[in-house]
């Protein structure tokens, strides 16, 4: 499965950003879908996770409650929709699919290209 993230830009604290990731070149519905970043300096970070049905969601400590993660599989289409965005989720997000889902990047077969969040205080 092919992914690509949009849906990045440069928001102000307290502003709401929506990203989406379309996926093509196979059945989405098989595939848990989940979200990471990367700051400038820092290691990779799990942010969301959402199984193949949508039935079951996971989140980082970190962005709980103020994010929430979503799919379509008519749309082929995962979103994770970020509220009340703070400085320190500036960082550039990548979407990911795998067979479960997880908070683990090396349980996740295929990587989007990642798109750039920046928050400003």
């Known amino acids: 499965v092919q992914l690509q993230a949009s849906g990045g830009g440069l928001v102000q604290a307290g502003g709401s950003l929506r990203l989406s990731c379309a996926a093509s070149g196979s059945t989405f519905s098989n595939y848990a879908m989940g979200w990471f970043r990367q700051a400038p300096g820092k290691e990779r970070e799990f942010v969301a996770a959402?199984?193949?049905?949508?039935?079951?969601?996971f989140y980082a400590a970190s962005v709980k409650g103020r994010f929430t993660i979503s799919r379509d599989n008519a749309k082929n289409t995962a979103y994770l929709q970020m509220n009340s965005l703070r400085p320190e989720d500036t960082a550039v997000y990548y979407c990911?699919?795998?067979?479960?889902?997880?908070?683990?990047?090396?349980?996740?077969?295929?990587w989007g290209q990642g798109t750039q969040v920046t928050v400003s205080s």
């Open positions: 959402i199984s193949w049905s949508g039935g079951s969601t």
């Open positions: 990911a699919a795998a067979a479960l889902a997880s908070k683990k990047g090396h349980e996740y077969d295929h």
